[in-house]
């Protein structure tokens, strides 16, 4: 088995702030994705990537940046923090493209953003 | 690009009895459902999926239907449990360059 770690688990940042979350996974899957969970909205996909150094776009990307450094990891920034940005941040790995080759999505714990 | 719409947000059911969530979604080249379930205080989990070339998938008491023509899928947990008390999302695959596409989730509460 393989496992996820989100770190932090609860990020504070004042409006404006630039501020980092952090996704890790033994699993060595070759896609991971960033996922912003707020109540009452669902998962929008923010940022993937498919191998290491490969970012892709999802819906939600404006206002943030990733970083794929090594296979195993992948980061996402918030470039300038809102108080509306109040939600979990869902990390997630896959085999590969797991919507279009059927692969599970194994997900982190989240990480959640309070902006004062 | 593709959209997924969840029909129920809440159910609340009798242990024992069935819960259904019915599912939408737009894309006719999605060919992948696969359905999460989220318990409260953690991240989701894959359950079951189904892909386009079945129209039933069944695991354990959990069933998956999927009507290509309608475009709509559904989660039925029969016999459900208190466990069984959780999130549950849908989801579809889209085209290559999308990746699954959620829905927003319906929340199941199993009642004694």
């Known amino acids: 088995g393989g496992i996820i770690t989100q770190t932090p688990k609860f990020l504070i940042g004042q409006e404006g702030q630039k501020l980092t979350l952090k996704c890790q996974q033994n699993?060595?899957?070759?896609?991971m994705y960033w996922y912003r969970q707020d109540s009452g909205k669902g998962l929008r996909l923010i940022y993937y990537?498919?191998?290491?150094?490969?970012?892709q776009k999802g819906d939600l990307s404006e206002g943030y940046d990733a970083s794929r450094e090594k296979k195993s990891s992948f980061s996402l920034t918030v470039t300038s923090a809102q108080k509306n940005e109040m939600a979990v941040f869902l990390c997630?790995?896959?085999?590969?493209?797991?919507?279009?080759?059927?692969?599970?999505?194994?997900f982190g714990e989240g990480s959640r953003l309070i902006v004062v | 690009g593709e959209k997924v719409e969840q029909h129920e947000s809440t159910l609340s059911v009798r242990e024992g009895d069935s819960a259904v969530i019915n599912c939408t979604y737009t894309?006719?080249?999605?060919?992948?459902f696969p359905w999460y379930k989220q318990e409260a205080g953690k991240s989701l989990h894959f359950v079951i999926d189904?892909?386009?070339?079945?129209d039933r998938k069944q695991s354990q008491r959990l069933i998956v239907l999927l009507d290509k023509k309608a475009k709509r899928f559904s989660l039925h947990i029969t016999a459900t449990q208190p466990e069984d008390s959780a999130i549950y999302f849908c989801?579809?695959?889209?085209?290559?360059?999308?990746?699954?596409?959620f829905g927003l989730g319906t929340r199941v509460s199993v009642f004694p």
């Open positions: 997630a790995s896959s085999l590969d493209r797991g919507g279009i080759s059927g692969n599970t999505l194994y």
């Open positions: 699993f060595n899957h070759d896609t």
């Open positions: 990537s498919i191998t290491e150094n490969d970012l």
């Open positions: 894309d006719t080249a999605s060919s992948y």
């Open positions: 189904i892909r386009s070339n079945v």
């Open positions: 989801a579809a695959s889209g085209n290559y360059a999308q990746g699954l596409t």
